[in-house]
């Protein structure tokens, strides 16, 4: 057993300085995974280069995030769809939809979400959902699936009643990062009254390190600031914690 950050971008150039240091840092957490989310077609080489910089820890996803989604969403989908042909990844992502930065591309960001779904059932594979500002669009996409594939909703910062709704598909699990540090945090309030076995852990590293760090680069190790928050509101050892948290993660995520 060993903690696992479901979702990180340690292949980004906010890591090119001390990407070896931020590794070890997170082995000596004991961070002994670190899931690879792919953005777009200009992410692919670095998210490779990072997986094969670091086989034993690091694992890629591959996918095409929403806020990529422009005018030639189709070429980038094409992309996405000859790497799932030419190599095993860990999962689908990231994908999903988002309507905080731009509402332009919203019915092309639907068929892209939509698709990689569908991918992830062909192919046996998770996915790594991100939902901003989206919440009743993501479950309009996923509504009109026949079939749904085992996945994570990234970033979860939702209501009560939205984890309801998505833990009531079956096959989704919640990740939770640093904003459940934050001062302002409704999260400790939601994960009152979610079970522990619907909870991954993530950072989405460089972006939103947990407090005392908020507003500076995000890194897997700081893993070990959330869990030491969520252990506190669920009130449950960290040891205990750990075991539930990677018997979370491997019913979504392969890792053989």
């Known amino acids: 057993m060993f903690l696992v950050d479901t979702h990180c ?6 890591f090119d300085t001390d990407r070896n240091e931020c590794v070890q840092r997170s082995l000596n957490a ?18 490779y ?10 694992l890629a996803m591959m996918g095409l995030h929403p806020t990529s989604v422009k005018e030639n969403y ?16 860990i999962g689908i992502g990231e994908i999903g ?4 930065w731009d509402k332009t591309f919203i019915n092309e960001q639907k068929i892209v ?24 669009e993501i479950f309009e996409v996923l509504d009109s699936m026949d079939t749904l594939p085992k996945g994570v909703f990234h970033c979860f910062t939702g209501t009560i009643e939205q984890a309801q709704k998505i833990l009531s598909y079956g096959s989704f699990k919640l990740g939770i990062g640093g904003v459940l540090t934050f001062k302002k945090s409704t999260l400790p309030e939601v994960l009152q009254n979610v079970e522990l076995n619907h909870i991954v852990l993530e950072t989405d590293a460089p972006y939103l390190a947990p407090a005392p760090y908020r507003g500076k680069r995000n890194e897997p190790s700081y893993l070990s600031i959330i869990l030491e928050k969520l252990s506190v509101i669920k009130n449950i050892s960290k040891e205990n914690l750990i075991a539930q948290l990677y018997q979370n993660t491997i019913e979504i995520f392969n890792f053989n």
């Open 9 to 14: 971008h340690l292949f980004l150039e906010e």
């Open 74 to 89: 189709k070429d980038e989908l094409k992309i996405v769809e000859n790497e799932l042909n030419k190599r095993k990844f």
């Open 30 to 47: 004991g961070i002994q995974k670190i899931l690879l989310p792919n953005i777009d077609s200009t992410t692919i080489d670095r998210l």
């Open 49 to 58: 280069k990072t997986e094969q910089e670091y086989p034993s820890v690091c």
């Open 97 to 100: 939809l988002d309507l905080y």
């Open 113 to 136: 979400f939509k698709t990689q779904l569908e991918w992830a059932v062909i192919y046996n594979y998770p996915v790594s959902i991100h939902c901003r500002e989206a919440f009743d």
